[in-house]
């Protein structure tokens, strides 16, 4: 069935016109690469397409909602008037309108973006988690003693590995605050400190509401890395290829033992449902030398271009890129 499809994204995403004319590294690492591949996607396969590109008003949704009149809405949006929090605001307001639309639920995005209170549900439910500590202006605390070094210290509410770099991993305390204070000074929130677990980092793909599937278990790998269990996905390691280049960052299928690999994935859907998440997410793990999986965080909407980890794990289980934009959709139904 083909069906209207609102393409909700930031103003700043919106694909130029000339798009289809980059090749190569130049189009794979345009900012607005997920944008133009779900796009391209959808009248591939057929839908009448409306793309929106959104900062701070929430007229121009409903505008569009009442004149489109869409079955359903494609969300691409992670944040509103510059606030990373206020992705979760957009989605409440798609319900109040009655609105299908993509992803999470507004709970979900809610619980899973503040990382402190993820992990404490995730304790709760005896998930395995690293050790944490929150600090922000007013809390510039001492470090508790249950906290062992090495610690990595991230930004709170940020995602896409913002923050993150070589400098992110302390086994000091005077490193510790200086990087705390970074942080805090760069971006103004508050920053999470947790243990650091030396190992392999794994990303299991959920899809689903009720009924999960599971996509196969993918790994990131630092292949020309003297010490790969000690590196993790800093913003250079994501985004610079310089960096990936010299690195031999990649990633690709998990190679394990039967019972890790199920290990994982019961991890992977028990963190999924104790973060009340719906439509799809990404979960990021890192396993111990001990062989315990430690959950690091749940992305809730994770990047769906055509080259990142969650539709090349979809595409390692049969399924094509275009079948997974479909995937999304029909679960948003």
Not at 105 to 111: E, Y
Not at 175 to 195: D, S
Request: negative net charge.
């Amino acid at each position: 069935m083909k069906y209207r499809v609102l393409v909700l994204m930031h103003q700043d995403l919106v694909p130029p016109e000339d798009a289809h004319k980059k090749k190569g590294v130049e189009l794979e690492f345009s900012p607005w690469i997920t944008e133009y591949n779900v796009i391209n996607s959808l009248e591939n396969s057929g839908h009448e397409v409306l793309v929106l590109g959104v900062y701070s008003d929430l007229k121009v949704i409903r505008q569009a909602i009442e004149e489109f009149k869409p079955h359903v809405i494609f969300n691409l949006l992670e944040e509103f008037d510059g606030e990373v929090l206020f992705d979760q605001n957009v989605v409440s307001y798609l319900e109040l309108l009655r609105t299908k639309y993509t992803g999470s639920n507004p709970r979900g995005l809610m619980i899973a973006r503040d990382k402190a209170i993820a992990k404490k549900l995730l304790s709760y439910h005896r998930i395995p988690t690293p050790k944490f500590q929150v600090f922000g202006k007013s809390r510039l605390k001492k470090l508790e003693k249950k906290l062992s070094f090495p610690l990595i210290v991230k930004c709170l509410h940020q995602e896409a590995s913002l923050g993150l770099s070589a400098a992110s991993v302390v086994s000091t305390e005077e490193k510790l605050y200086e990087r705390i204070e970074y942080l805090i000074e760069k971006y103004g929130g508050e920053v999470i400190v947790e243990e650091f677990v030396e190992g392999r980092e794994f990303y299991v793909g959920v899809l689903g509401n009720k009924r999960l599937q599971v996509l196969p278990v993918w790994e990131l790998v630092f292949e020309k890395s003297e010490n790969p269990t000690k590196e993790f996905y800093s913003e250079k390691a994501k985004w610079d290829k310089n960096y990936r280049d010299r690195k031999g960052v990649d990633s690709r299928p998990a190679i394990l033992e039967n019972d890790l690999e199920k290990k994982i994935i019961e991890t992977a859907k028990k963190t999924y449902r104790a973060l009340e998440l719906s439509g799809y997410a990404r979960i990021d793990l890192r396993v111990s030398e001990d062989g315990t999986p430690f959950v690091l965080e749940a992305n809730p909407n994770p990047n769906v271009a055509m080259g990142d980890e969650f539709a090349l794990s979809a595409r390692e289980a049969g399924i094509s890129y275009d079948d997974l934009i479909e995937r999304l959709i029909k679960i948003a139904l």
